[in-house]
């Protein structure tokens, strides 16, 4: 499911980020890249979504969120995230 898809307030894992490396990079600097954590805290308009990387902030807009793949945590890693939060 992409990050578009993503229900808010929700935990997730990034599966894949299929942008270009310049973006792939710059979302890398943010956390935003496979493997890690992510939480969806609002929708934003025009279908864009504030992801939650640890105790940072910060938009996307809709069709970059379509573009990040993510999955389900395992069990332990879903409280890591709720205490960061």
């Known amino acids: 499911m992409n990050l578009g898809e993503w229900p808010v307030a929700t935990a997730g894992r990034v599966v894949s980020v299929d942008l270009d490396r310049r973006h792939r ?9 496979p493997g890690s954590l992510v939480r969806i805290t609002h929708r934003a308009a025009f279908g864009g979504r504030v992801v939650a990387v640890g105790a940072d902030r910060f938009a996307l807009d809709a069709t970059t969120c379509a573009r990040i793949e993510v999955a389900a945590p395992g069990p332990a890693t879903v409280a890591s995230v709720l205490r960061t939060a």
């Open 25 to 33: 990079l710059r979302l890398g600097e943010l956390g935003v890249r």
